[in-house]
């Protein structure tokens, strides 16, 4: 089974200062040489702390940020600016309150984008569509009239779903849309993404820093820390045998360990040099503060970057 959305060696860096009187020499380096594939039909997650990269990592691949240097392949095939493409990968945000227009109605934002791209039926026709589609998220046709405000965050979640629909899209890319939700509404957005995901084939970028989350959601996983991938997995290999540091870190977190608190990755203000976890590490040695380790295979799909491993 091949990638249908494939990241090869992503890098990217932003200015650490804005503004006219910014200074060009210094750079965060977001994205260190990424490379990572998801496959027809599944899901892949890419967890981390906040800061740590997924999202920058994502917007690469939907064309919202150019990369430095690297590729992005949509069914094997570089991606680059194609319209086609961007019809076929659609990004859900993590804030509804923030990335649906309040002025407008639902039936306005699940169409507005639609009547710009090569696969509008013309309006009626949409609008038939957009109310089918609320009801598949589990809204009602008569929601179409309303705005954003008059919904709970789930029920904006599920109108931003429905907006990643309306074109048919191969790919979603879901950005902490659960995050900020209750626990028992994360479990319906869940649960409806998984259905959608039958139903339609969909393949899905899972972005989280909860492991528990995406072990239960995701086919595969890969963490990231300070733009770097430090171990990627099969989900359900992931949870019984987590190997590195990192990895067993945010475990802990997600179990409510109070000495693995869940932080914001510093800046990364210089191209990685040894592993980027080595300052956390309790295991870290010179090596691993000198050297990046290469990719190790521990088992079927199972690799890490760890020199202690």
């Known amino acids: 089974m091949g990638y249908i959305l494939e990241a090869r060696n992503l890098k990217k860096t932003f200015s650490l200062d804005a503004g006219f009187f910014a200074k060009n020499d210094k750079r965060v380096y977001a ?12 899901t892949y997650g890419l967890v981390g702390e906040s800061g740590c990269g997924k999202t920058t990592t ?25 319209k086609s493409v961007r019809e076929k990968v ?11 227009n309040p002025r407008m109605t639902v039936g ?14 013309g309006k009626k026709i949409a609008m038939e569509e957009a109310a089918a589609l609320l009801v598949e998220v589990g809204l009602d046709t008569s929601d179409l009239e309303r705005r954003p405000s008059e ?11 429905a907006r990643g629909l309306i074109m048919k899209p191969d790919v979603l890319i879901c950005d902490e849309i659960v995050s900020a939700l209750d626990v028992s509404i994360q479990g319906q957005i869940l649960n409806l993404l998984l259905d959608l995901k039958e139903k339609r084939g969909l393949s899905f970028l899972f972005i989280a820093h909860d492991l528990r989350v995406s072990c239960y959601f995701c086919d595969t ?8 991938l430090v171990e990627e997995a099969p989900a359900s290999d992931l949870y019984k045998c987590a190997l590195h540091p990192y990895t067993k870190l945010l475990f802990e977190g997600s179990e409510g360990h109070p000495e693995s608190k869940v932080i914001e990755v510093k800046t ?13 590490c309790p295991k870290a040695n010179e090596k691993c ?10 088992g079927k799909n199972h690799k890490v970057r760890c020199w202690n491993v």
């Open 58 to 82: 994502a917007r690469l691949l939907v064309g919202m940020y150019e990369p430095d240097s690297g590729t992005v392949l949509f069914d094997g095939n570089a991606s680059g600016k194609q």
């Open 108 to 121: 306005s934002i699940l169409c507005e984008a639609y009547k710009y791209s090569s696969v509008f039926p």
């Open 289 to 298: 503060r000198t050297t990046l380790p290469d990719w190790k295979e521990t």
């Open 151 to 161: 919904f709970s965050g789930g029920q904006r979640q599920r109108i931003s779903i």
């Open 31 to 42: 994205v260190n040489d990424v490379s990572f594939g998801i496959e027809r039909g599944m």
């Open 90 to 100: 659609k990004y859900i945000f993590q804030d509804p309150s923030r990335s649906l």
């Open 268 to 280: 990364v203000l210089e191209s990685v040099g040894g592993c980027p976890f080595a300052h956390r």
């Open 221 to 228: 996983i890969g963490v990231m820390y300070s733009g770097v």
